[in-house]
């Protein structure tokens, strides 16, 4: 290997593969290097076999179930944002032509022990059960401040600068309860927790527009799309889009030892015996143990049922995210359905997930309150996951270190994480005011 690449990205993550992607349309010379034998590393797709494989050993599927090609489970269950930075990514980059998506039917929020659709404008205010006749209209209000707030047009701030006034600050302006303000806050706007209430309120006027412009495009009971086969197209695309530009791909190479020089920046990555020279490495933290810290850990039921989530209008892909004061938690929970009608099980069956930061030691009591709302269930596992982020500085070593995936059940976390670690490699920003109309999605393939 006497060739000498521009970046060498270690592990097939979505993360590695949409970098990948973006440095070769760069035209930077990328070698990308993966120690398993298939895309994705830990955001992979798996059939039936290999589920039974990684949970059950050597037990064979029961026949019921249906085919073992039929399934793609995804290991990272996320919905993609239909206006969403994801999205935006996939069409700047043309990989959306390699991909079909479909739009999600439902998003649901827990509230007081029931699940209810989550409301986005302030029409779906007024007809929401989540709130009194009172609290509706002053909800209304609140949405309809959210819809015509443009941050260029001072005429629609009414006063307010929200880069200084905190979101706690803006939503008190209104006088809505803490009920109200814990499903806007985690179920419109998605954040993970509470903290966002002592910050900036500019940030969830976004998320919250966001939101509804993303229901608002494909009509339909989500803001969101999935891929038609599951997530594990994902990296698949972006791959044969960095093949395109010229990116080099080799899987199964073991070990992927990272070479540094003298001065402690990264010189090349050497496997069987040979070593390819680069400048800089992209890699997931499991390539570079000791420049990464543990930050927690995940846990997720995936549940094969052989019908739809109770309580969500029969649908056959739905979010649902129960907000952590709902349950007593420091963070939200999420649940994750898809079916047969994204091909990712065979006909008739649905896929479930339940996910949450494991905040004690009892992942099936913990995930409990979830796995409730799921009805019965054909088959249960337990996955279980360290979270990784970087502690190393990338600007004195080169070596460019992605965040391990979170619980949440949507992309926007998992894309900042990729902008940032692109603008950081290359000191550019991601152009992403693409047209969105060049994605769509349906009842129809995309």
């Known amino acids: 290997m006497d060739v000498e ?18 440095l070769s349309v760069d035209r ?27 949970f059950k050993g050597e037990e064979k599927p029961p026949a019921h179930i249906g085919a073992s090609r039929d399934y ?19 069409i700047h980059t043309g990989v959306t032509k390699y991909m079909s998506f479909k739009a999600v039917d439902g998003s649901y929020v827990f509230n007081k022990g029931k699940i209810h659709k989550v409301p986005s404008t302030d029409m779906e205010a007024l007809k929401s059960p989540l709130m009194g006749i009172f609290e509706k209209r002053r ?41 109200t303000i814990d499903f806007i806050g985690h179920a419109v706007a998605l954040h993970r927790d509470d903290s966002y209430l002592a910050e900036p309120a500019i940030e969830t006027v976004k998320r919250m527009k966001l939101y509804a412009e993303s229901v608002a495009r494909f009509q339909g009971g989500s803001p969101y799309i999935y891929p038609l086969y599951g997530l594990g197209e994902l990296p698949q695309g972006f ?22 020089d003298d001065e402690g920046k990264v010189c090349g990555v050497t496997s069987e015996g040979e ?15 000791n420049k990464v810290q543990k930050v ?46 994204h091909n990712v099980a065979s006909k008739g069956k649905f896929i479930a997930f339940v996910s949450a930061q494991a905040e004690s030691d ?51 976390s998992t894309v900042m994480d990729v902008l940032s670690l692109y603008t950081k490699i290359t000191g550019k920003t991601v152009d992403l005011s693409v047209d969105l109309s060049a994605a769509s999605a349906g009842d129809d393939d995309m």
């Open 28 to 54: 930077l010379k990328v070698l990308h290097m993966d120690r398993n034998d298939y895309y994705g590393g830990d955001s992979t797709s798996l059939n039936l076999n290999q589920l039974w494989k990684r």
């Open 139 to 179: 909800a209304g209000k609140f949405f309809l401040y959210v819809q015509d707030y443009k941050e260029n047009d001072p005429k629609t701030h009414k006063g307010y600068d929200l880069t200084k006034l905190t979101a706690k600050e803006l939503i008190s302006k209104y006088g809505l309860d803490d009920n």
């Open 362 to 412: 009892n992942p099936e009591k913990e995930l409990k309150p979830g796995i409730d709302l799921l009805g019965p269930v054909d088959e249960l596992f337990i996955d279980i996951y360290d979270r990784y982020e970087p502690t190393n500085n990338s600007s004195s070593d080169n070596c460019f270190i992605s965040t391990s995936y979170d619980a949440t059940t949507h992309f926007e």
């Open 239 to 260: 791959a044969r889009l960095s093949a395109v530009y010229g990116g080099t791909y080799m899987l199964c190479k073991p070990e992927c030892k990272v070479e540094f």
């Open 296 to 341: 927690g850990k995940v846990f997720r039921a995936i549940a094969i049922m052989s019908h739809p989530i109770p309580n969500t209008a029969e649908s056959h892909s739905v979010q649902i995210i129960l907000p952590q004061k709902q349950l007593g938690r420091k963070s939200d929970m999420y649940v994750f359905c898809c079916s047969y009608s």
């Open 5 to 22: 690449y521009d970046v060498i990205v270690l592990g097939t993550g979505l993360k590695e593969c949409i970098l990948s992607g973006l």
């Open 72 to 90: 793609n489970v995804d290991m990272v269950p996320k919905f993609m944002m239909a206006n969403g930075a994801l999205v935006r990514v996939l």
């Open 275 to 289: 070593t390819a020279k680069c400048k800089k490495v992209v890699c997931d933290p499991s390539y570079l143990p």
